[in-house]
């Protein structure tokens, strides 16, 4: 079974402070990972994506993987209330008979307390 | 460049009937990918449509169909609607194809919310 596990939240953080967000799966041969941010009521929009162990840093966010322990994290520092939303993982896997399939977490929501 | 834009933004829809939803990717994009979004099952894929071809399937009933026109262009189908269809219908688009080890980004449009009474 392809799976992508995430923490439901809500998660609450104070405004100016590191938020870190987890997210792990199930297949260990995935090589591309994305972080997508839904609004309440919006659609989610590419945050990030990463494919190499070790960090990406693109501005106020930080994506961490590490293969080995399957798992990709995305840290966001000084953290806005603007950046309340829920955060979506997504994993490349390959699903047999079929071809590569992003497969999502159910999301993390974050709510970031002024 | 304009976004992914849906048509139309909302649907209520009695059991039994058929509905199709349109998008129109970003200019420039080949391929397109439909996702249902439900409260309860996250974002499920649907299907990937490039180049006029589908190339990728999710775990959906035939009921689920789909198509893409020479210019990109995506509609999706539903016939005999069921209450479980209700959900948020999502669409992206990215420049190329989705089914390799290492996928182009993928852009969402706004989504068709479908209730299903």
């Known amino acids: 079974q392809k799976e992508v596990e995430q923490n439901s939240g809500p998660l609450s953080v104070p405004e100016g402070a590191i938020a870190s967000l987890n997210c792990t799966y199930s297949?260990?041969?995935?090589?591309?990972f994305f972080w997508y941010r839904q609004y309440s009521g919006k659609s989610p929009e590419l945050i990030m994506f990463?494919?190499s162990n070790g960090d990406k840093e693109d501005g106020r966010f930080t994506a961490q993987l590490n293969k080995a322990s399957q798992y990709v994290s995305l840290l966001i520092r000084d953290s806005q209330p603007s950046d309340s939303a829920t955060y979506l993982c997504?994993?490349?896997?390959?699903?047999?008979?079929?071809?590569?399939?992003?497969?999502w977490g159910a999301g993390t929501k974050l709510i970031i307390k002024p | 460049k304009a976004g992914v834009t849906q048509t139309p933004r909302y649907l209520i829809k009695t059991r039994g009937q058929q509905v199709t939803l349109s998008c129109s990717p970003i200019?420039?994009?080949?391929?397109v990918s439909w996702y249902q979004q439900t409260p309860g099952q996250g974002l499920q894929f649907l299907f990937e449509?490039?180049?006029?071809?589908?190339?990728n399937k999710g775990n959906f009933p035939g009921r689920f169909s789909g198509r893409q026109f020479s210019n990109s262009r995506s509609e999706m189908n539903v016939s005999t609607l069921e209450l479980g269809d209700s959900a948020l219908y999502l669409c992206a688009s990215s420049v190329g194809g989705q089914g390799a080890n290492i996928p182009y980004e993928q852009y969402f449009g706004p989504g068709t919310r479908l209730t299903v009474t």
């Open positions: 297949d260990r041969g995935s090589q591309s």
């Open positions: 997504a994993v490349n896997m390959w699903i047999l008979y079929s071809n590569y399939q992003l497969i």
């Open positions: 449509y490039f180049s006029e071809t589908q190339r």
């Open positions: 200019s420039g994009h080949r391929s």
């Open positions: 990463i494919y």
